[in-house]
């Protein structure tokens, strides 16, 4: 019999944990960690990990099957860690039985033509988008829990999103309740740069996701904006590194992409 712990509902994200056996001075920057899956028919799905604080790094994985096993097998930049690198293990698909309308019909996917967003078995998705920009970093979970009840009743399905407040000269309290303030998540995007991620920040993020999903509401990702930004304070969005930038959207996908979401790869640019 295979444990409740190692069950993947199809299209429902399953959530795997690896220890690292030592400490490292940039986990962030330094390693890298993803896992393979092998699937029924030999099928096989490559998922990046996140860094999750401390030694922890996590994988998300949604299992496009109903049933059959999944086998995977962590791969580490730092191959002599063997907290990270040649973990195993199994997980056995079962039919997912909630009624999340986002995840019934499966992730969302593009249409053979391109033109369309559709759930993987075809079930188009009509998108009713608004856009809270600021809820990543200004939203409590009360205020998210309130907005996505409002939302869901007036028929929106999907939220725009600046992953992380964009102004590298944007001043005020580091608080969700105070007025003008606003949550930081990264150390360094004042400096321009992308390299001191703050785990607390999106581990909160999750719970602001969780809210938006559990009400049918698709958060779109724009991972740091390029616009005019949030007061128009030099947004860094047009300046950033480009290996730092490549770096933080592969921890949005690690991060966000086992579960229904959407990406903006870019956004209104001012010259």
Not at 54 to 63: D, L, P
Not at 91 to 107: D, F, I, M, S, T
Not at 121 to 130: K, L
Not at 250 to 265: D, E, H, N, S, T
């Amino acid at each position: 019999m295979t444990s409740e712990s190692t069950r993947a509902p199809q299209w429902e994200s399953v959530e795997l944990t690896l220890n690292a056996e030592r400490e490292y001075g940039a986990p962030y920057t330094d390693v890298e960690v993803f896992m393979k899956f092998t699937g029924p028919g030999g099928q096989e799905l490559v998922r990046p990990a996140f860094w999750d604080g401390g030694r922890t790094w996590k994988v998300r994985f949604a299992s496009p099957t109903r049933s059959g096993q999944w086998r995977w097998e962590s791969v580490a930049s730092e191959r002599n860690d063997g907290g990270l690198h040649g973990r195993s293990g199994v997980l056995e698909a079962v039919p997912y039985k909630g009624e999340n309308k986002l995840v019934r019909h499966g992730l969302l996917r593009m249409s053979a033509g391109k033109r369309n967003v559709i759930h993987h078995d075809g079930t188009p998705f009509f998108m009713v988008g608004d856009t809270p920009w600021a809820l990543p970093w200004r939203a409590t979970v009360e205020g998210a829990e309130e907005y996505a009840c409002d939302r869901e009743a007036k028929g929106f399905n999907a939220a725009l999103l600046m992953s992380v407040q964009p102004d590298r000269d944007a001043r005020g309290p580091r608080s969700r309740s105070e007025v003008g303030g606003f949550d930081v998540g990264f150390e360094d995007l004042a400096e321009g740069h992308l390299n001191k991620l703050r785990v607390e920040y999106f581990q909160y993020l999750d719970r602001l996701v969780e809210v938006l999903l559990r009400h049918g509401i698709v958060p779109v990702f724009q991972p740091v904006f390029q616009g005019f930004g949030w007061k128009g304070q030099r947004v860094l969005g047009t300046h950033a590194v480009p290996e730092e930038y490549a770096r933080y959207c592969r921890y949005l996908v690690a991060r966000y992409g086992a579960q229904p979401a959407m990406w903006i790869v870019l956004s209104l640019i001012h010259i």
